[in-house]
Every structure is written in structure tokens, then in C-alpha cells.
């Protein structure tokens, strides 16, 4: 999230001592060295410099810059295509699964150094998030959106603004959700539904013997609980940690008129409840350090977030109450947790699976044959845990 002390950028610039608030989603450190670019730095000089760990101020074209970047995207991939997919090809030829976490791991670590460089293309924007480049689009509404007011002159990432850009015209169009029927509308540091395979498996879903209260615990653009709301539950309580997913999960509910939906910030699950029918979570996937806020919707760290679910779930259910748990198994082809663990943490905590309902995946890299991670995205499945 947006750090919540302010924090200044130095720089030295025509001889003169520059200094601006320094803003930055992915939490980076203030940067340390900074040179002054413009329409005259070639793609190769600003990626030498980025690779160097120096940050650069552009001065030039607003669409120079967007050009530049993706000049630099390109020498970044070929790069860690190259050495991605000799990894990868000698876990084919080998057929050695048990190099799949460190495969997975190798590809963390080109991600998030891809996007360390990549972030290191800066802008300055007066207060009100007003540019002075050429060409420069009216940013303020999209940056206050994302970011929040802004009273004074600030320095971030060109990557970050993209971000904000393209979060205001998601939240703005949408995204189609083909199983409901409408669209979602995601906001800023809020995790869209772009993968939906999982959720015709909540409709096709027998539901339990009552209808009365149900819980969406980490809620995010409130997508689970307007399924719910459509398959006839009385009252839903919807949780999040992240305030931006509940201001968001409102937003989405206010467009349907939904007004059996309560919306609670805390952890996991709601404080002061009725006992529920059906408790749904849709929890990180994946077994690993999230390196920013929108990751934690992705990874979940030595599994915390899903044990802890599982082990309070069973004092919130009611007499003849279930709980669905949509889970993926693509840990389980990249050996990072075994269906053995789960199964170990459900019994542990005085579950049993009633039923599971699958699915095969549909997004495009489970069709990439050219992705790293290629043979245990394409043996991945989706399942709802019906639990009781």
C-alpha cells in the first residue's frame, strides 16, 4: 500500500538541490541516485543505467517515455526468457518435478527484479498530479483515485502511473464476469477477477439445507457475495483486511442494489455474527512471500492465511452449515504444498470433505507452451472443497 509517512526524493538538477514526495506502491526505498533523461537517451543507455541500480527522472515527450519503457521491457524478457527457458527445458527433458520450486522461485526473483528496473523510470507531477511533459493526459482524477490527495509536488514511477491509468479505466468499463452475467468493477490495489473459471462452480454448487447467513471471508470486489446474494441467501457478511477491497466490494454492491450484504474490516472472520449456513473463501493460492499489496491476494505465505481459516472455521458453522473453500491446485503441481498437507489440515481442524466439484482452467497461460511454469500450469485444476 501507499506508505503512510511521507517520505522526499532528493536530486540535483541544473545545479540547483530539486526535492519532491516520493510515492511508491511497491514500497521501493527512496532512490538514492538519480539522473535527469530525456528524448535523447537511447534504450540501451537507460537500461544499463537501471540494470546499475540509478534511477531516471524523465524530462522529455510524455509518449517518448511509454516508448522507452517498453523498449526496456523488451531487453528484460529476452533476457530472462532466455534463462527461464533453459531452466525450464532441462525440467522437461529431465522430467525432474522435483525442480519445479525452484524453477518457481527463479521466477519470483525475475519478476520482481524486472519490476525493481522497470520502476526505476521516474516522473514529477506538480500538486494535484498535474504534469508539465509534452503530451501529457489529465492524470489527476486516476491518481487521486489510486493514491489519494496529493498537495504538493511528487515523484513516482512511471510503472505506478500506468497502474492508476489502467485501474481507472477497469473501474470505469469493468470486467465482464460471464457466470453472473455483469460485469465486475475493480479499484486500485484491489485484485480483479480476470480468472473465472471457479466461479460457475459456486452456482453449480448444491447449496445447504439453510439459507439464512452466510460469510465471504476476504471478500475483494465483493464477487462472492453478490453469487451468494443471487442464490438466495438471506444475509451475507463480507470481510477484508484491505479497506481499498471493501470500498470497492460497496462500490460493486452499490451498482446491484444489494442491501443484504454487510461489510466488516477485520481478519478473516466477523466479530459480533450469527452463526452462518455457508462460509466461502477463495484464499492465495500459492505458498509464497507476497513482495507487494496486491500479491497478498496471490501468495500466502507458509499457507497462514488458509490454515487459519480452516482451523477457526468450524466454531462460526451452524448445525448443518458448510463450508466452501475454492482452492487451486497448482501448488501441488509445483511442489510447494502436497494434497496431503491440505487433507492433514482440514481433518486437524474437525473438517471432512463433503464433495468436490472441478474445473480446468481457461486463462492464457495454462495454454502458453513458451511460460516457465507451462507443465504444472497446464495439469492445473480448480476445485470447490465442500467441507462440513
Not at 539522473?35 to 537501471?50: F, H, K, P, W
Not at 525432474?96 to 525452484?102: C, H, L, M, S, V
Not at 505506478?160 to 457466470?179: E, F, H, N, T
Not at 444475509?235 to 481499498?244: E, F, G, S, V, Y
Request: proline share 5%.
Amino acid at each position: 500500500m501507499l506508505q503512510t509517512t511521507k517520505q522526499y526524493v532528493q536530486w540535483q538538477e541544473n545545479g540547483i538541490e530539486q526535492q519532491a514526495r516520493w510515492l511508491s506502491q511497491s514500497g521501493y526505498e527512496v532512490p538514492k541516485r538519480i539522473v535527469i533523461i530525456d528524448d535523447t537517451t537511447t534504450a540501451n543507455e537507460a537500461y544499463r543505467l537501471a540494470n546499475a541500480g540509478t534511477s531516471m527522472l524523465w524530462r522529455g515527450d510524455f509518449h517518448n517515455a511509454k516508448q522507452l519503457l517498453q523498449a526496456i521491457k523488451r531487453r528484460i524478457d529476452r533476457t530472462q526468457q532466455r534463462r527461464l527457458s533453459k531452466a525450464a527445458k532441462s525440467n522437461t527433458d529431465t522430467n525432474n518435478q522435483e525442480e519445479f520450486p525452484e524453477l518457481f522461485h527463479k521466477n519470483r526473483l525475475a519478476q520482481s527484479q524486472r519490476s525493481r528496473i522497470l520502476g526505476r523510470l521516474l516522473l514529477q507531477l506538480d500538486a494535484g498530479y498535474v504534469s508539465q511533459l509534452r503530451r501529457a493526459p489529465d492524470v489527476s482524477a486516476a491518481c487521486t483515485a489510486a493514491f489519494g490527495e496529493m498537495d504538493e509536488p511528487c515523484v513516482l514511477s512511471f510503472r505506478d502511473l500506468q497502474g492508476a491509468i489502467s485501474a481507472a479505466q477497469w473501474r470505469k468499463k469493468g470486467v465482464p464476469v460471464k457466470a453472473l452475467g455483469l460485469s465486475i468493477h475493480p479499484h486500485y490495489g484491489v485484485f480483479a477477477p480476470t480468472r473465472q473459471e471457479y466461479v460457475q462452480l459456486l452456482f453449480d454448487a448444491p447449496l445447504p439445507i439453510n439459507k439464512n447467513v452466510a460469510y465471504d471471508i476476504g471478500t475483494g470486489t465483493g464477487l462472492l457475495s453478490i453469487v451468494l446474494a443471487k442464490r438466495g441467501f438471506n444475509q451475507i457478511i463480507a470481510t477484508d483486511l484491505n479497506p481499498r477491497a471493501l470500498d470497492c466490494a460497496k462500490d460493486n454492491l452499490n451498482r446491484l442494489e444489494l442491501s443484504n450484504v454487510t461489510l466488516q474490516q477485520t481478519d478473516l472472520f466477523p466479530n459480533d455474527a450469527p452463526l452462518a449456513d455457508l462460509i466461502v473463501c477463495n484464499p492465495p493460492w500459492l505458498p509464497a512471500k507476497p513482495s507487494s499489496p496486491l500479491e497478498y491476494a496471490v501468495y500466502d505465505a507458509n499457507s497462514t492465511m488458509l490454515r487459519g481459516f480452516l482451523n477457526e472455521a468450524k466454531q462460526h458453522l451452524a448445525e448443518g452449515g458448510e463450508i466452501w473453500l475454492i482452492m487451486s491446485d497448482l501448488a501441488e503441481h509445483l511442489k510447494l504444498r502436497t494434497r496431503e498437507e491440505l487433507l492433514g489440515w482440514i481433518d486437524e481442524a474437525g473438517l471432512t470433505v463433503k464433495y468436490r466439484l472441478d474445473t480446468e482452467p481457461t486463462h492464457g497461460k495454462s495454454q502458453d507452451a513458451t511460460d516457465p511454469l507451462f507443465i504444472a500450469r497446464s495439469s492445473e485444476i480448480t476445485s470447490l472443497w465442500c467441507l462440513q
